[in-house]
């Protein structure tokens, strides 16, 4: 102590207040102490401290052990000591935790029950309609015995989610369906077609459930990593969006990455990879005509995502009917349920629920996270799928299909950080 005050150089004003003032009376000291106490406020502060002489004994003996400047009492800034964040806070990052690790275990849950159902019973159409009947009950149930809030919803609310006018909806389903599904020659479907969001949420899910039903689920949730690049061309040629530079230059892991992971796929089906690009394409303008047709409207994400079940599934039904049947249902059924047992009825069930929660859990986090965010975290979740399915199924994996695939995910993600 004695010697690094002895490296100080007293002021010229201590000096002087050294020999004229004498060492016990420090209430009357200039800015800078006596002599006998100039060490200790040269540790403590430059400013005179209105202290008793045994404080300031204690706060030297403190500064001993090297103590900070912010920490000194003449600092010019705020003392640098971590704040612990705010209990709201801490509890809103929780609850997103919540979230995330829900949503990433219910997406898994679903596409193994999924995948299973389609092995042993291979009817999409049906498989597509029980999921979202089982949603609508859901929240249903929820609504009735007031579990959840009852939105509060007019007509305008339904008009936007609602198709304007059923020979439009029922022909442009028809037509995406006939061209890319059964692989026949038809009309091609308008712009008008994807303005209504139920339409788009309609055949965003059978299209994906029709692709699962005919590749691994591995390759489905490839394929769907490359939902980025169609966000950027139809926001761009469609609406008249610009991105920057860094966005565009994303799409080329993504749309290499999907074409190297596809013509690697060992069990490769051109109906199963057109049924994940055709739900990339719809989910994409499901999103934005969500937002177009959602402005100035309050609606939780939990009930937008009911409502918008319960209107699918009155659009699903008459085409499930039309491309399946009860009589091809009853006869699928049976044979489902003599090969697996009644375990079958519990894997229908299974990912009728868990579709809905998954999504139901999805839409929740988009009240409180940003799209930023949100992107992140469906990217780390196709990870999860992908990679739990394979171990699940023990789908065959080639190593230039595996770098294809981490190729495209790599570019899911340099495009959310992008953007």
Not at 113 to 124: C, E, I, R, S, T
Not at 193 to 208: D, S
Not at 331 to 338: F, N, R
Request: positive net charge.
């Amino acid at each position: 102590m004695l010697a690094a005050a002895a490296s100080v150089k007293p002021s010229a004003a201590s000096a002087l207040a050294a020999t004229s003032k004498p060492a016990f009376k420090p209430l009357h000291l200039p800015p800078l102490p006596a002599a006998g106490t100039r060490l200790l406020s040269l540790s403590v502060s430059a400013r005179p401290l209105y202290r008793q002489e045994s404080i300031l004994l204690a706060a030297a003996a403190r500064n001993d052990r090297a103590a900070p400047p912010a920490a000194t009492a003449d600092s010019a800034r705020p003392v640098d000591v971590a704040a612990p964040a705010a209990p709201e806070e801490t509890a809103r990052r929780a609850k997103i935790g919540l979230y995330f690790a829900t949503w990433w275990a219910l997406n898994v849950i679903f596409n193994i029950y999924n995948k299973k159902v389609l092995n042993a019973f291979p009817y999409p159409w049906l498989t597509s309609a029980l999921a979202l009947a089982a949603g609508s009950a859901i929240m249903l149930v929820s609504w009735a015995t007031r579990i959840a809030e009852v939105p509060d919803v007019d007509l305008d609310f339904w008009k936007a989610l609602t198709p304007v006018s059923t020979n439009t909806a029922f022909r442009g389903f028809d037509d995406v369906f006939c061209s890319f599904i059964l692989m026949k020659r038809c009309a091609l479907f308008s712009r008008e077609l994807f303005e209504q969001v139920a339409i788009a949420h309609t055949i965003g899910h059978v299209a994906a459930t029709v692709s699962m039903a005919k590749v691994a689920v591995s390759f489905t949730h490839i394929i769907k990593s490359g939902e980025p690049a169609f966000t950027v061309l139809v926001s761009r040629f469609f609406l008249g969006e610009h991105f920057p530079a860094p966005v565009y230059f994303s799409l080329l892991p993504i749309i290499g990455g999907c074409a190297l992971a596809a013509v690697t796929e060992l069990n490769f089906n051109m109906i199963g990879f057109m049924g994940a690009m055709i739900s990339n394409l719809a989910f994409v303008f499901r999103n934005i005509f969500s937002k177009k047709g959602m402005n100035g409207k309050s609606v939780s994400g939990m009930n937008y995502y009911a409502c918008l079940s319960m209107l699918s599934l009155v659009i699903l039904l008459p085409f499930a009917i039309a491309m399946e049947g009860p009589k091809v249902w009853a006869a699928g059924w049976q044979t489902a349920v003599a090969e697996i047992g009644p375990n079958f009825v519990w894997w229908v069930a299974a990912q009728s629920v868990f579709y809905h929660l998954y999504n139901q859990v999805s839409y929740m986090s988009l009240d409180e996270i940003s799209p930023l965010t949100f992107s992140i975290g469906n990217t780390m979740k196709r990870i999860s799928v992908i990679v739990a399915s394979i171990i699940i199924f023990q789908t065959p994996v080639q190593p230039i299909n595996a770098l294809g695939a981490a190729i495209a995910i790599f570019g899911t993600f340099m495009y959310s950080q992008a953007k």
